[in-house]
């Protein structure tokens, strides 16, 4: 599998709020998200209702795509992220592994009874005009 660049990874981490975008019946529909990012996993835990129209369109088709950006109107420090990939309620290990990260993020999600998901990432473009005007870094799984 292909490296993915440490400057992805940074710009992942020194985020928190992902743009989770589904489709159903060709609708498509957007969402924001508090994330916790797992590195071994390339992947992101966040959480949310099932009843949420974005999980209804997640369960119905899990391949799922998304952003996460700097906002900024200066064009010579624009970054952001678009991605692909799966969705799903983690299991045994993960959901341990998720939760702990996602609490070591936002420890008041604790109080909340709130289901928790994972989107394994399968692509990602970064565009970061801070290595050149329109610079794009793509990874593929």
Not at 2 to 23: E, G, R, W, Y
Not at 53 to 64: C, E, G
Not at 129 to 134: E, H, S, V
Request: one cysteine or more; proline letters at 2%; a positive charge.
């Amino acid at each position: 599998m292909q490296k993915i660049d440490s400057k992805i990874i940074k710009f992942i981490k020194d985020h928190h709020v992902l743009t989770l975008a589904t489709s159903n019946n060709n609708e498509p529909y957007c969402a924001n998200c508090f994330y916790a990012y797992l590195e071994e996993e390339n992947a992101f835990v966040f959480t949310s209702e099932i009843e949420t129209k974005h999980i209804k369109d997640s369960l119905k088709q899990n391949f799922v795509a998304g952003s996460i950006i700097l906002e900024t109107k200066v064009v010579g420090k624009i970054q952001g992220i678009q991605f692909n990939g799966n969705l799903y309620k983690p299991e045994n290990e993960l959901i341990k592994k998720a939760r702990k990260q996602y609490m070591k993020a936002f420890p008041y999600a604790a109080l909340l009874q709130t289901t928790m998901w994972v989107l394994e990432l399968s692509f990602i473009k970064m565009t970061d005009n801070r290595l050149g005007f329109g610079k794009k870094l793509i990874w593929e799984k």
